[in-house]
Structures are given as C-alpha cells and as structure tokens.
C-alpha cells in the first residue's frame, strides 16, 4: 500500500528551519491498522500529510499501491485525494446548514458524480457508519459522536483505499470515542487500510501495529 525511503521535510519557519521528518523508511501494508503517536511538534501530522498527497517530501520517495506519488503534479495529487484517500480530522468540518445526507454528498462532487449516484452512495455512506436514520438532521441536531459518523461517512462515500485519520476521538468523551474506535475497527477487518494519529495511547492500543515519531525520526512499538 504505502512505501516511503528516507523521506525528509524541512519547512522554513520564521528565521529558522524546521526538520519535521528526518529518513523516515516505513511499509505499510494494504488492510492493515497503524496507529501514530508522538509529542506535539514530532511530525505526526506531517508523516500523514505525505501518506495523503497533502504535502511533498524535500527528500526521499512516497509510494502508494506502487506509484510514486512524491513527483506528481498538483492536478494529478488532487486526483488521488480525491479517488483514493479517505480524510477524517478531529473537528468534522461539516457545513452546518446541510444535512447529513447533503454533507456526504458535497464530499463526492470532485468525482462529477450524476446526482442519483452521488445520493445512492451518500446514503450508502451513512447506512454503514449508523445513521440512516439521521439522513435529514443537520450537524446541530446531531451528537458529537454522530457528526464524526457523517465525517466518516463522507470520507467513505468516494470508496478510498484507505483512510487516514487525524485525532479522529480528539473531541469525543471516552464512551464516544470507543465506539468509533469500534466502527474503525469494523472497517478494518472488512479490509480497509487505516492510519490514524492520535495522542490517546487506548486508541493506540486497539491498532495492529503503532508506531512512535519524534524529532522527525520514527520507530515501532511493541
């Protein structure tokens, strides 16, 4: 799924230069569930960037199912976020005056979907993650929990490879973040790939394999 070889980013950050990843070597295999901790300013977010197309490496090579996506053009990484990665954030990022429904279906317009399409797979979508039944209900009618659902939903709607997830429980109470650590996990062994950050070592715990970055440099927990 994922090959990155001695991958480094260096930013310039006001009169200094930052190396926010230093030959990061790491295989990630299709169907697995890695978690990624590590100290606030340790990389986390950037390693997940480069898995997501979002940012390229000053060096080293990024590969996804093969492909080389480090050298790609811009319109080219912007296909791929768009048919292949799947994005969920700690804040859910839905527009508040749509509905779950229509939030889902906002997520597929980068595909030019015809619109009984996009609505088939937008209520597909939240059939799987526990809302059809929340279809017609806006994010202010709806539980933090259940708004991650239809964040989750949307990032499911575009039938990625593989998901990647940033602090997705960040928000979320201890009872909410165990269930979508549940459905996470159920995505999982129906066979999608899922990289997620998080500081919350009992989400970390749950994942196949976790891995540890700081100062840029990442290691594997056992």
Do not use: C
């Amino acid at each position: 799924m994922f090959q990155l070889e001695n991958v480094g980013k260096t930013y310039k950050q006001r009169d200094r230069t930052v190396r926010a990843l230093d030959g990061v070597t790491l295989s990630i295999g299709a169907g697995q569930l890695v978690a990624i901790q590590g100290p606030t300013g340790g990389g986390k977010s950037t390693l997940l960037q480069m898995l997501g197309a979002l940012d390229r490496p000053s060096e080293g090579v990024v590969r996804l199912a093969g492909r080389e996506i480090s050298r790609l053009r811009d319109r080219e990484l912007a296909d791929i976020r768009a048919t292949e990665v799947g994005f969920v954030f700690q804040s859910f990022n839905l527009i508040p005056t749509l509905t779950a429904q229509e939030n889902v279906e906002m997520g597929l317009e980068p595909l030019h979907l015809k619109p009984a399409e996009r609505a088939e797979r937008a209520t597909q979508a939240l059939a799987s993650v526990g809302l059809a039944d929340r279809a017609g209900h806006r994010p202010g009618e709806l539980s933090g929990g259940q708004q991650q659902r239809v964040a989750i939903a949307r990032a499911l709607a575009k039938q990625p490879k593989v998901l990647l997830a940033d602090e997705p429980t960040g928000n979320l109470d201890e009872g909410t973040r165990d269930e979508i650590m549940d459905l996470f996990e159920g995505l999982w062994r129906q066979g999608l790939t899922i990289v997620l950050v998080t500081h919350d070592s009992s989400v970390a715990r749950r994942a196949e394999r976790r891995l540890r970055i700081a100062g840029g440099k990442l290691t594997e927990k056992n």
